[in-house]
Structure formats: C-alpha cells, structure tokens
C-alpha cells in the first residue's frame, strides 16, 4: 500500500513554469513505476507522463519537449517540471503508481494508487 500527496499547484500565465511534486508514504517507492495525468473540467483523465523504476521516461505528444519527470528514490517524490505552460494545460493533475510494470503505462487503468490531485491553472 501506498499514499501520494500532491502539492505544487497552482495559478501562472501562459509561457510560465510549475514544478509538481508527488509525496509517497512507504518504504517500496523505489519498486513503483510513477506517472501523472491530468483532467480538465468536462474532459476524461488523460495521460501526462511516466517515468519506470529504473528512470526511463514517457510522455504524451502534448506536453513532450516542455515537460519532464523525475524521481528521487530517497525522498519516496516523483516530480513533473513544466515550462512553456499553455491555458490547454489548465486542469487537475494526478501521480499514480504502478506497482506491477516495470514500466509505467499510459492508460488510468495501468496504476493501483493515486493522489488527491492538485490544480494547475494557467492564464492566457
């Protein structure tokens, strides 16, 4: 079992940067494939990106070159870095962890945990 607490959320304009960070509870982090969606109001959930226990990285189309996710296994945290934020990134963005895959995939239904959320809302 694990806990994930978002934070880092928040309201920025467009062209500007976030950092989010994922807080997980446990001593098995390091054996979790992280990822992080979004959903937008009136918008199913969406895949954001992944990142697998050994650090390789995956991202959805829309965010690739602006976005990046890591991991510090010593402080249990998964990170999303994003720049030239745009207003279509607005919406409330998830970590979620794998506990069966290597890898992380790209469908909801891939992870077991998931955190509360935290809102990104980016200003045109």
């Known amino acids: 079992q694990v806990q994930l607490v978002e934070s880092g959320g928040g309201l920025v304009q467009a062209g500007g940067s976030l950092r989010l960070s994922c807080a997980a509870s446990?001593?098995?982090?390091?054996?979790?494939?992280m990822g992080w969606f979004r959903q937008a109001p009136g918008k199913d959930r969406e895949f954001v990106a992944t990142?697998?226990?050994?650090?390789?990285?995956a991202y959805a189309r829309s965010v690739k070159g602006r976005f990046t996710i890591s991991r510090d296994n010593a402080k249990n945290t998964v990170y999303l870095q994003m720049n030239s934020l745009r207003p279509e990134d607005t919406a409330v963005y998830y970590c979620?962890?794998?506990?069966?895959?290597?890898?992380?995939?790209?469908?909801?239904?891939?992870?077991?945990?998931w955190g509360q959320g935290t809102q990104v809302t980016v200003s045109s």
């Open positions: 446990g001593r098995t982090f390091s054996s979790y494939a």
């Open positions: 990142i697998s226990r050994r650090g390789g990285m």
């Open positions: 979620a962890a794998d506990s069966d895959s290597a890898m992380g995939g790209t469908s909801s239904y891939d992870y077991d945990y």
